[in-house]
């Protein structure tokens, strides 16, 4: 007898002897060569050669012997190997199968797609579970465009039937991203997905929201339980209410305020202290409710982004040091609600930073959320700046556009120094000394 016919010849439901058939090749025996040659059906691969089962078991001896008329053997090997041209003729001479092998199996097994045809239709299903991101703003356009090529959902999800509803709540999400005011993840989570743990720490949910969150609010790369908890606030979303805080300085406008500067001390205000509706608050330009109490006394607010500036400021002017704000890194929630509610009374924004790539990711980040003019904080200081470093630094990071002063992106660039903040504290305090009350 010859060797199977060419794979994709015989079809599920050729004519075979049912009974028979169930005797000869079905029971778990045998399971493991069925599985071999559907394998190689779906594979597209001839039905010839041999296959091997390692540490085979009793039973499964047994099964093959009885199938090619082997007596049984006093010694079996660690390996049972069977030809399947062998299993072919046996199956095509008694006439359980005249079709040969492949029939007999798709008789007993049922249709077996080809790899081609499975690797096309999972193609759709992912495609069918991905078709909700089209459906995002055109601000995370370029981000629906990475996720659809990198595969993040596809490591989240593993299938295109569990990848579905994980886009689906995902865009839901984000399309009410940002929010302000600013509110805890779990109210946000219980308001628009499925229940307050939604977007719980380590969910593939959480994961790929975040994800767009960073690419929507510009977020720099990061890790460590600050830097996420840093990431959701860009987009409003808060572990709770009192943990977003902002350093301020010499603001005024409720008991507590007025009295840490008459004692020229700073203050920490938290988010919960600034959306309170008990404090009288009004509504920015943003829709964030801040107290009304919180004035200035200029009409400038100088905010700086190192603690150390803040502090230095405070020890030599004390009470009559001009009203600042200190953004301690990326702008909190509470730091933008502040500045945004501020601006909107009129308050103008003076902002200085660090010399480096970071310091230009801070400053573009709080210029997404407020308007501020530069500080010393321009292409000609930096130049002044590097001319008096001793000890020059390199910068590191990834190199961004300075949108208020395009010529300080390509003095960074030129120099490659990086210069700290504190590295011009002279010069910040003469300017608040000046203005000084």
């Known amino acids: 007898m010859g060797p199977a016919e060419p794979p994709g010849t015989p079809q599920a439901g050729a004519p075979v002897d049912a009974e028979r058939l169930e005797r000869l090749l079905a029971g778990p025996g045998l399971a493991w060569l069925l599985e071999r040659v559907r394998l190689r059906i779906a594979h597209g691969r001839p039905l010839t050669g041999?296959?091997?089962?390692?540490?085979?078991?009793?039973?499964?001896?047994?099964?093959?012997?009885?199938?090619?008329?082997?007596?049984?053997?006093?010694?079996?090997?660690?390996?049972?190997?069977?030809?399947?041209?062998a299993v072919d003729a046996v199956l095509r001479r008694s006439g359980v199968s005249p079709h040969g092998l492949?029939?007999?199996v798709l008789a007993l097994t049922g249709p077996v797609a080809?790899?081609?045809?499975?690797?096309?239709?999972?193609?759709?299903?992912?495609?069918?579970?991905?078709?909700?991101?089209?459906?995002?703003?055109?601000?995370?356009?370029?981000?629906?465009?990475?996720?659809?090529?990198d595969g993040l959902v596809r490591r989240l999800a593993r299938t295109?039937?569990?990848?579905?509803?994980?886009?689906?709540?995902?865009?839901?999400?984000?399309s009410a991203l940002p929010v302000d005011p600013p509110m805890p993840r779990a109210t946000f989570a219980a308001r628009y997905l499925s229940g307050a743990h939604a977007l719980d720490e380590g969910t593939p949910l959480a994961t790929l929201v975040l994800s767009g969150i960073r690419a929507l609010a510009g977020f720099p790369e990061g890790s460590?339980?600050?830097?996420?908890?840093?990431?959701?606030?860009?987009?409003?979303?808060?572990?709770?209410?009192?943990?977003?805080?902002?350093?301020?300085?010499?603001?005024?406008?409720t008991p507590a305020l007025d009295w840490m500067a008459d004692e020229g001390e700073p203050a920490v205000l938290t988010l919960r202290s600034l959306t309170r509706h008990a404090l009288g608050g009004s509504t920015d330009a943003g829709g964030t409710t801040v107290a009304d109490g919180i004035t200035t006394a200029t009409g400038t607010v100088r905010v700086c982004e190192n603690p150390a500036v803040l502090a230095a400021a405070a020890d030599s002017l004390g009470p009559a040091c001009p009203p600042m704000v200190c953004l301690q890194g990326q702008p909190s929630a509470a730091a933008l609600t502040l500045l945004r509610g501020l601006s909107a009374r009129g308050a103008g924004i003076l902002y200085h930073g660090d010399f480096?790539?970071?310091?230009?990711?801070?400053?573009?980040?709080?210029?997404?959320?407020?308007?501020?003019?530069?500080?010393?904080?321009?292409?000609?200081d930096y130049e002044v700046?590097?001319?008096?470093?001793?000890?020059?630094?390199?910068?590191?990071?990834?190199?961004?556009?300075?949108?208020?002063?395009?010529?300080l992106?390509?003095?960074?660039?030129?120099?490659?120094?990086?210069?700290?903040?504190?590295?011009?504290?002279?010069?910040?305090?003469?300017?608040?000394?000046?203005?000084?009350?």
Do not use: C
């Not at 239709?121 to 356009?141: C, V």
């Not at 992106?409 to 003469?430: I, P, Q």
């Open 50 to 85: 041999t296959v091997t089962l390692a540490h085979p078991a009793d039973l499964q001896h047994r099964a093959a012997e009885r199938l090619l008329g082997r007596a049984p053997s006093a010694g079996r090997s660690r390996s049972l190997t069977v030809r399947l041209e």
């Open 102 to 104: 492949e029939a007999a």
């Open 114 to 149: 080809s790899r081609a045809e499975t690797r096309d239709k999972e193609a759709r299903a992912w495609e069918e579970a991905l078709a909700p991101l089209a459906g995002l703003s055109a601000e995370l356009a370029d981000w629906a465009g990475r996720v659809r090529k």
């Open 160 to 174: 295109p039937e569990a990848g579905a509803p994980l886009v689906a709540a995902a865009v839901r999400a984000l």
């Open 224 to 253: 460590g339980a600050e830097w996420r908890r840093a990431a959701w606030a860009a987009g409003g979303l808060l572990r709770d209410d009192v943990s977003s805080t902002v350093l301020t300085l010499n603001l005024r406008g």
């Open 356 to 380: 480096d790539w970071g310091g230009m990711h801070i400053a573009t980040a709080l210029g997404r959320g407020v308007p501020w003019r530069p500080w010393r904080y321009e292409a000609a």
């Open 385 to 407: 700046a590097v001319a008096a470093v001793s000890e020059p630094q390199g910068l590191t990071g990834a190199a961004t556009p300075t949108p208020w002063d395009p010529a």
């Open 409 to 437: 992106a390509a003095a960074l660039t030129e120099h490659g120094v990086r210069v700290e903040e504190e590295s011009v504290l002279d010069d910040l305090l003469s300017d608040l000394a000046k203005q000084a009350r």
